[in-house]
């Protein structure tokens, strides 16, 4: 079922689900009163600065660190020497060889990037440690620099790990339908040689870092931290650091913003722990941004090469083969996930069949890529957006009519991918009828010619993506057979406390997701409270006891897992409170009872009614004579969500790898100034449909805000590297992210295709941005057809960019051929 | 003779005055953030672009990671502790809340004492005054599109109770 809702129209609801409510986050942060790791101090603790390499690949001859250990305040160095002495190499995901790949917290005799660092240093204050760092002494060797990934597989390609022997992380063949009867059956056949998406980073604007301590009683490090996916840190860290999972404990309060760039933060984290056990005090370190933009994580550079279509004559695709190559930079951390994730939109919104894709990655002389909003679908669904608006213009069809000829229909939902993926709900048409209705499609040849008249060229483009959400960690097992990873789970713990307080702590580490707010609001209704009556505790806490293998907060699930978790241990203990209830109103059974404002009585007689105060004081502070069927009430409730996944056939690289898919249609008008390539985008519409909604304000600002990333990182933010390696944009003044005056006014609309994957009928959402890179580049392109037909062939296009489509058609242009049969 | 590095600096900070030895090199975003602990003022960048650190010295709209604490010497400075009296949120604040301007939450003080200075100076901006008047400010969450009406709803004094 579908239902559609005008943008500020919200229908009236019972109860909290589903409304607006006041955000329980805002208090503490309008006030400055939020805690942000870097606010956190300690008695005595030392500040961390990190030596880093200036070249991109060298050899390290030697590191002194003499000089700087005599420097008064300070309190002690970490060199790779001792990392490789103290911690075993972090555990690789990929099969040989790239599994033979040695990554340590620090540099470990060669540097292979631009800002790895190579050395740390420890001191009384933040300048002392920078001062202290410059007096480390590094006698490097630099080496042949590898940064283009064609390149990386070439006979005379420097080689970045010796212990691999092989630039290569990972590679493999994706065959699903029939790619060659497909060929066969096509009328046309449309060729793209080259198409390239770009490197960027989503850059939350807090940076990254932890302030560690070291327990020698216990051998327990604490790290107050912005780790965004602290189970998962925690799994490649232990192992590193020779010691249980128990005794890395993770605290995380708030986090300014995180979009995936806060996943693989363990190297920085093992030398702190490092460095905090060796100098027997607390340890702090703030990474600055231009230590965030040269060497936190960058999202993935992909090349699409020898792209072929088959196409009917009346615009039907049957599918598409592509040989994908993707830069994962110097070190796989999260790799090579990355080249299996993508496969959770194999056909994006499209009734492909037939689909060959040949995926490898490598690495190169750059910054190590991980999650970035959107991580790898972005990529792959920019591809498919692309092949659908180069295809529609070299066969003269419409870019609405085309989408609309080979979209997935919403009858046929829930539709299974040619790789066994299932789209549980949707409807793409719909969804792209009201983009269109946003911007005023019905007058778009008006508007064009009134553009012509004062000399400009409008372009309309739209934007398709799918945001699928809840990880099967199975898909692992699809790169790496031998991999132990597969489901997903989240944990959240329900109490009710000794004055009837209402507690809840979540295994999700949100960065300004809200989770306090919506998980109040599900709570709440539950239990027959209002969102003022449940204190979510802020963050994750190891030692809340609230976490699992796979707690964070990454690839929209939150609505999924999370509140499916939330909702298990509610009504967990809406049981134990009505049960107790039931035995001390005299032995009523506890189906009888029910939980109204804060009370459980007796349905139909309001009047023998216990309250919550008084149900935590028995449990917890008065308790003698309870009789022993009341031996499990608790009132402290834990609940893990499991969702129903099978691990995927590994012959065939088929199954379910993801539990809903969030829809989200953008449409966007540009205005060129065909004389200089100078932009300005005049209308833009963003339409999402993540199924049920709990909190429309919130999940409204998660499409502005996905929105702006993709206008950003498809107009001009962008991470260049020169021939040798260096870093063109390394901070804020060259890497230029959207500010107030740059964006666009943004009209928003929505469709709500509830999930029938689980019970809240909620889609994970907030990746969906991906769709603003598609929808502009499609309306560049659109704009420039009357100066010689170019094609859009990059997924940034910065002002330069177009003026030199504008300069050389033909250069794009030739990119394209089309085989008439 | 040796150089001098450090000064003692006074500053008013919210209506409270602080005095401090500080090298000389100290940014003032450090001496609020560090020596005072005033933790609500945010560092996000190293180039004075952010603007996360924004707060009203003397009157004036200033970037604190570009001002030296001796620079501020004698000053009277505004931090986002300073805006709410009581606990009772301005009606800045207030609109920040209703209008979801904030996720993160991370530029918001910024972003607060630049509003808040915008407004003083102009209180009934145009749309295109109020983007002016931010854009010293990032934010990474919002694409700016509640916070400008945020403002907007301040100004008009539209905000709940």
Partial sequence: MTTIAPEGVEAPQKGFVGQSVPRKEDKRLVQGQGVFFDDVKRHGMGYVHFVRSPYAHA?????????????????GTLTGDEVAIQT??????????????????????????????????????????????????????????????????????????????????????????DYDAALAEADRVVRIERLHFHRFSSTPLECSGALVEYERATGQWTLYCNHQMPGVGAIWMAPSLRTGIDKLRFVTHDIGGGFGNKITLHPYFVALCLLARKLNRPVHWTEWRTEQHMANTHGNERVFLDVEVPVKADGTMLGFRVKAIDDAGAYPRYEPLGCIIWSQVTPGCYRWRNIRVDFTQVCTNKSPTAPNRGYSRMQHLWFTERVIDIVGQQLGIDPVEIRKRNYIRSEEMPYETPNGCIYDSGDYARALDIALDLIGYDSIDERRRDAEARGRLLGVGIGSTLDSGTNNFGQSQLLNPDLQFSGNNEVATVRLDTFGEIVVTLGTVPQGQSHETVASQLVAELLGVTPDDVHVR??????????????????????????????????????QIKRLAGVILGGVDAEDIELVDGFARIKGNPDAALPFMACGAI???????LPPELDDVTLNCRYVYRPPFQVPDKERKFGNLTLTYATQIHACVVEVDPETGVYEI???????????????????????????????????EQFPYDEDGN???????????????????????????????????????????????HAFCAAIQDALRPLGAPIVDDSCNPYHRVWETIRDPERSRSLVRVETR | MEPVTSAVVTVTVNGE???????????????????????????????????????????????????LAVQADGATIETVEGLA????????????????????????????????????????????????????????????VNIVKAIDAAARGEVSA
């Fill in chain 1, 59 to 75: 050899r390290i001859r030697s590191i002194d660190v003499s000089a700087a250990l005599a420097l008064e305040g300070v309190y």
């Fill in chain 1, 682 to 716: 005049v209308d833009y519409a963003a339409v999402d449909d993540c199924g049920k909604r709990i909190h429309p304000q919130i999940v409204e600002g998660q499409v502005h805000g996905a929105t702006a990333h993709a206008i950003g990182a498809a107009t001009h």
């Fill in chain 1, 88 to 177: 075993d190499p972090f555990f690789e995901m990929s099969t040989p060889p790239g599994n033979e790949i040695k990554d340590y917290a620090l540099a470990v005799g060669k540097a292979r990037f631009m800002g790895e660092p190579v050395a740390a240093v420890c001191a009384a204050t933040r300048e002392l440690a920078r001062d202290a760092a410059e007096l480390i002494e590094v006698d490097y060797e630099p080496l042949p620099v590898l940064v283009d990934p064609e390149r990386a597989q070439d006979p005379d390609a420097p080689i970045l790990h010796e212990d691999a022997g092989s630039n290569v992380v990972w590679s493999g063949l994706f065959d699903w339908g």
């Fill in chain 2, 17 to 67: 005055t602080y005095e401090r030895e500080v090298e000389a090199r100290r940014l003032l975003v450090h001496l609020i953030r560090d020596d005072l602990d005033l933790t609500g003022t945010h560092v996000g960048c190293d180039t004075g672009s952010c603007g996360a650190c924004s707060v009203i010295v003397d009157g004036e709209l200033v970037k604190s990671c570009m001002l």
């Fill in chain 2, 85 to 144: 009296q009581d606990g009772e949120l301005t009606p800045l604040q207030q609109a920040f809340s209703d209008n979801h301007a904030l996720q993160c939450g991370y530029c918001t003080p910024g972003m607060l004492m630049s509003a808040t200075y915008l407004l003083r100076n102009n209180p009934e901006p145009t749309d295109a005054e109020i983007r002016k008047g931010i854009q010293g400010n990032i934010c990474r969450c919002t694409g700016y």
């Fill in chain 1, 619 to 625: 449990i917890n502070a008065n308790n003698a004579g």
């Fill in chain 1, 538 to 575: 802020p963050g994750h806490d190891s030692f809340f006891n609230s976490h699992a293998g796979f707690s964070g907060t990454y690839a929209s699930q939150f609505a999924v897992t999370g509140l499916e978790a939330v909702k298990g241990a509610t009504l967990a203990l809406a049981d």
């Fill in chain 1, 727 to 773: 870093l063109l944009t390394a901070n804020f003044y060259d890497y230029h992210v959207p500010h107030a005056m740059d964006m666009p006014p943004l009209r928003t609309g929505h469709l709500e295709s509830p999930s029938p994957m689980n019970s809240l009928g909620t889609k994970g959402m907030g990746e969906g941005g991906g769709a603003g890179v």
